[in-house]
């Protein structure tokens, strides 16, 4: 997947933050294609939190990226998605 124009970025991180959730799975589409895994990570639980149709390749892909972090780092992640969900 080529990189999308930045400006396409903001405008999606922009729709998923005001409760868009195709806009959230685009976002993390995105992350996944780039292997990307902190904002990867966030932006699945954005996308899940919203309640975009996620697939089980999603849902694997954020387990794989899980499995990678220490329990500090996951702790620190989750509050950040906390954070960010509560605007």
């Known amino acids: ?17 005001h409760g ?3 806009a959230a799975l685009a976002l993390l589409e995105q992350s996944m294609a780039r292997g990307h895994q902190r904002i ?6 954005r996308a899940r939190c919203l309640g975009a149709m996620l697939e089980v ?3 694997d892909y954020a387990q794989r990226v899980t ?3 220490s329990e500090t780092a996951l702790a620190c992640l989750a509050q950040e998605a906390q954070r ?4």
């Open 1 to 17: 997947m080529p990189h999308q124009p930045r400006a396409k970025t903001v405008d999606l991180n922009q729709r998923a933050s």
């Open 67 to 69: 499995a990678r972090l």
């Open 57 to 59: 390749r999603h849902h």
């Open 20 to 22: 868009d959730a195709a």
């Open 84 to 87: 960010r969900h509560q605007g």
């Open 40 to 45: 990867g990570l966030l932006r699945y639980l």
